[in-house]
């Protein structure tokens, strides 16, 4: 199978017959991207690289529109590795805002609740982290893909958060607990939101970025923590951000998600949208 990434120098056959396993494209997903956005670029690029209307483009496992990172995208037969690409374990980089929480569980939902924050501390946030090693039952957000009777979870939360109702109830009353593996979590930073609101205003305002994707204000004065995660399929980054704060009596939510690596595949070596479709043209 051919690999194509950030260090990817060479040139691509415009016959995609000469790429029998197919080809992965070893991504870093923008911010304020869907994974659809992603595809649609990509897939456009290669149709008219091979001349081939019929070319089968895919992803191996979605990020939300406010992560960013490894995004495998799969085109030709790579297609039919995009299960076994996504059972594969995945690192993740997360920044968890105590004190307040979304319908969302991150920045796409505006925070509805704010919470008391006395007993968050570097050292508290350190001392809970062992807790959520090795495997476990997590409750994932209703504001997800998951599927309930047949449509999915999102459209439910949607019509359930304009009618007010509590999404946490709902969705440990409506979606199966997923069975996790958590292999690692450290912390690597503690600050303040205040400290990191102005990046973040500033990644939001990338070339593509989606206007329709919605980013909550980030209050000033929020402890922040930086988490790394080693994790297996399944699990969501925003679900236990929510369960940290939990753990602490407060409330917290995702404010910053990037998918360091997936399996084998890492950030660093991840090539960007405008390399991708560079290398295809």
């Avoid at 990509?42 to 690289?49: E, G, L, N, P, S």
């Avoid at 929020?222 to 369960?243: E, N």
Wanted: proline share 4%.
């Amino acid at each position: 199978m051919t690999v194509v990434d950030g260090n990817f120098s060479g040139t691509l056959s415009r016959d995609i017959n000469d790429y029998p396993e197919g080809i992965v494209v070893v991504m870093d997903k923008p911010y304020r991207w869907t994974s659809a956005d992603v595809i649609r670029k990509v897939k456009f690029a290669a149709i008219r690289h091979f001349n081939k209307k019929n070319l089968k483009v895919g992803h191996a496992g979605t990020l939300d529109p406010l992560a960013t990172g490894v995004l495998l995208v799969c085109i030709g037969n790579a297609c039919k590795k995009a299960m076994e690409f996504q059972a594969g374990d995945k690192e993740y980089v997360a920044g968890v805002c105590f004190g307040a929480t979304t319908p969302s569980y991150d920045m796409e939902k505006d925070i509805d609740r704010t919470f008391p924050i006395d007993k968050v501390t570097e050292n508290s946030v350190r001392a809970i982290l062992p807790g959520f090693l090795g495997e476990q039952d997590q409750v994932a957000p209703l504001f997800s893909a998951k599927q309930v009777d047949g449509r999915r979870a999102y459209e439910l939360a949607r019509r359930m958060l304009a009618e007010g109702k509590a999404l946490d109830e709902a969705a440990s009353q409506l979606l199966q607990m997923n069975h996790i593996c958590i292999n690692s979590i450290e912390l690597e930073s503690y600050g303040s939101s205040t400290d990191i609101a102005p990046a973040l205003a500033a990644e939001g305002k990338g070339s593509g970025a989606s206007s329709r994707i919605n980013v909550a204000v980030l209050p000033d004065g929020l402890p922040v923590a930086t988490i790394r995660v080693s994790c297996s399929k399944g699990t969501y980054i925003r679900a236990l951000a929510r369960d940290m704060g939990e753990r602490l009596e407060s409330g917290a939510f995702l404010c910053s998600l990037q998918r360091s690596a997936c399996g084998a595949f890492r950030v660093e070596n991840a090539a960007t949208v405008e390399k991708a479709v560079a290398i295809l043209r």
